[in-house]
């Protein structure tokens, strides 16, 4: 009785969603080849529940994001974005930034995580180790930049620069969520980068089509540290 009531609970949190009707689907790469799946893969049933209340479903895979979309294998176009990780920031990599973005041809966004600033936040974050708070945060977060596609940040939530100690109360609860702003670009985002990727695979299979963007706000990095934190 008291699992089922739980269960109730958990549904009651995440289950309603003003989107629930029509679920946006991402792919979401987790490379197997670095330590990327080690340090994120507690923070995934956080970071899908997190996107699932805002109508998106990520779809997790493991491996690395595949160069085309013949190589994806879905014929069903669907927006794919991966997850890589370096052990050190490189030098280039913004003061204080856990990750970055970047454009792959014709496949998507890849985000590159930097394991030592990753594990810094970590250990000084350790009560949100339970439960993969702390990287479903985090995961949620690179996320949702390179499906904005904008490189920005919000005054408050999951989205914020820099993270507030009772920002950090509210992930132990699961109570951190996006503004009702970073909702909307995320939906814009993703309709525009999917779009994108229809009509350069109608035009063209060869690489390098989506290198320059076609993301909504000018002056964006075309990609490139998409995600400063
Ligand atoms: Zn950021």
């Known amino acids: ?18 989107y629930a009707a029509e679920k946006t689907r991402v792919d979401v790469y987790l490379s197997n080849r670095d330590d990327s799946s080690e340090l994120l ?5 956080v970071a899908s529940a997190i996107f699932e209340r805002i109508g998106v479903h990520l779809n997790w895979r493991s491996g690395g994001l595949p160069a085309t979309q013949s190589a994806a294998g879905n014929g069903a176009l669907q927006k794919a974005f991966g997850i890589r990780t370096l052990e050190r920031a490189p030098e280039s990599a913004t003061g204080g930034a856990l990750a970055s973005a970047r454009i792959v041809g014709l496949s998507g966004t890849e985000i590159t995580v ?5 594990q810094r936040f970590f250990g000084n974050h350790s009560n949100l180790a339970r439960a993969g708070a702390g990287a479903g ?5 690179e996320l949702a930049h390179v499906m904005q596609g904008v490189a920005r940040h919000s005054e408050s939530g999951i989205l914020k620069a820099q993270w507030s100690s009772s920002d950090f109360e509210e992930m132990v609860f699961h ?10 670009l995320i939906h814009q985002g993703l309709v525009i980068q999917l779009a994108n990727r229809r ?9 390098g089509g989506l290198a320059a963007g076609g993301f909504p706000v000018s002056g964006s990095p075309a990609g490139s540290d998409l995600a400063k934190r």
């Open 114 to 118: 930097y394991e030592d600033r990753l």
């Open 137 to 141: 945060y985090v995961l949620a977060h």
């Open 1 to 18: 009785m008291r699992r089922q009531l739980t269960t109730m609970v958990l549904l009651a949190v995440f289950g309603g969603s003003m």
């Open 199 to 207: 009509s350069e695979s109608l035009a063209d299979g060869s690489a």
């Open 175 to 184: 109570r951190l969520a996006f503004t009702n702003f970073d909702v909307e």
């Open 41 to 45: 893969r507690p923070g995934k049933v």
